[in-house]
């Protein structure tokens, strides 16, 4: 099996959005959907959220306040999923609940580098 990264993107964080009852709902979705791909044993890496703030560093060392200065989606967390092809990967992210809150979800292949 290989190793796919899901990558969480969203417009808005969740608690900016959804009342304390409706972010619950939303948590126990993550919490379930997790819980399915950890039952079949394809969850690597149970990923992190991550939060708003951060800097960004360019070509002559450049510094912007904010990880996500110029998009206007930002990445919210990331899991790591293990699966037998780029098809199946995407196949377990069609599931993820941010789906359900107008968020995406991008799956791409981990290359291993050797040392």
């Known amino acids: 099996m290989k190793e796919f990264v899901m990558i969480y993107r969203n417009e ?3 608690e900016n ?3 304390p009852e409706e ?3 939303i948590l126990k979705q993550w919490e379930n959907w997790m819980g399915s791909i950890a039952a079949q044993n394809k969850l690597a890496s149970i990923g992190n959220r991550l939060g708003s703030e951060g800097s ?7 510094v912007t306040n904010g990880p996500y200065s110029e998009i206007k989606e930002f990445i919210g967390g990331y899991s790591v999923i293990k699966a037998d092809s780029i098809d199946e990967a995407v196949e377990i992210a069609k599931g993820c609940p941010i789906l ?8 791409r292949d981990i ?3 050797n040392a």
């Open 12 to 14: 808005t964080m969740p």
């Open 17 to 19: 959005k959804y009342s």
């Open 23 to 25: 972010m619950q709902g």
């Open 56 to 62: 960004s560093i360019k070509p002559g060392n450049v």
């Open 100 to 107: 359900n809150v107008g968020g995406n979800v991008e799956v």
């Open 111 to 113: 290359i291993v580098m």
